[in-house]
């Protein structure tokens, strides 16, 4: 007897607690199922405008239909119209729908297009490279062999001018010697003596004949003076050394006009 009272006292602050802990459940449940009513509410105030609409509706529907008659009046009508309304936009919204999803499958595709191009291009870009640089090497090394046959072209085109640039030189050289050389006018074989002389020997001959012809002007001018006079002896030696003519004491009149035969003979190795 002692051992069950001892049974139920201990029990008892187990079900105590038990009770708190169902009634605190059930307060939070209580107060989830407020707040749903409270949200349902708040659709149902919403959704009141359109309660109203729709009994009011079905109101004039029952009433046309117990009549046996359709009632025409202007909600009849505006229902009517909205429903029309309702029901193409419903139609156009579903053609769009269909034109957006073959839309959305062709943007697809395009993408697919343009990542496999990429991909290409991709792939593409180290090939061209190479070729690239292949092509430049290429050109590079043409335009070096250009340059170098452009070079030597010149050279030999300057080596051929020059060459014949001496050739007219030693030609006028041949025949200044052959005019030059006294033996031109007693033989024609006189016209082979140039080849076999030296450049500097014909050079030597050039002058020798320019300074006689020279000598020999200068002669003639002293001949050629009023008052000059010379002695028989030195008629020899004049074009060599003109200091030996003098001047004559005797007049004008006096002196000869008509120049001697030593001066004809250096008048015609002039001329010649």
């Known amino acids: 007897m002692l051992v069950a009272v001892d049974t139920s006292q201990g029990a008892g602050p187990s079900v105590a607690s038990d009770k708190d802990r169902d009634l ?24 009141k405008l359109f309660e109203d609409y729709l009994i009011k509706v ?4 029952l009433n046309g239909h117990n009549e046996g008659e359709e009632p025409e009046g202007p909600d009849e009508t505006l229902v009517g119209a909205m429903v029309e309304h309702y029901g193409q936009l419903f139609a156009i919204s579903q053609d769009i729908q269909k034109h957006l999803e073959a839309f959305s499958k062709m943007s697809r595709v395009f993408h697919q ?3 496999s191009l990429e991909e290409s291009h991709r792939a593409l870009i180290p090939s061209l490279k190479i070729r690239l640089c292949q092509l430049q090497k290429r050109c590079h090394h043409e335009w070096k062999l250009w340059g170098l046959g452009h070079r030597v072209t010149s050279q030999k085109d300057m080596g051929s001018y020059n060459n014949q640039l001496l050739n007219d030189l030693q030609r006028i050289i041949n025949n200044m010697v052959r005019q030059c050389s006294p033996s031109a006018h007693r033989s024609p074989s006189a016209h082979r003596a140039p080849e076999s002389m030296g450049l500097f020997s014909k050079l030597d001959l050039i002058q020798e004949f320019m300074l006689d012809k020279m000598e020999t002007v200068k002669f003639i001018s ?20 003109p200091s030996s003519f003098r001047k004559c004491p005797r007049d004008q009149d006096s002196v000869p006009r008509t120049p001697l035969p030593g001066t004809q003979t250096s008048e015609y190795s002039s001329s010649s």
């Open 58 to 61: 079905l109101e004039i529907i």
């Open 222 to 241: 002293l001949l050629m003076e009023p008052r000059v006079c010379w002695s028989g002896d030195r008629l020899k030696n004049s074009r060599r050394d």
């Open 24 to 47: 605190r459940e059930l307060l939070q449940e209580l107060g989830h199922l407020q707040a749903k009513q409270r949200k349902l509410k708040r659709e149902v105030e919403k959704h």
């Open 113 to 115: 297009r343009l990542e």
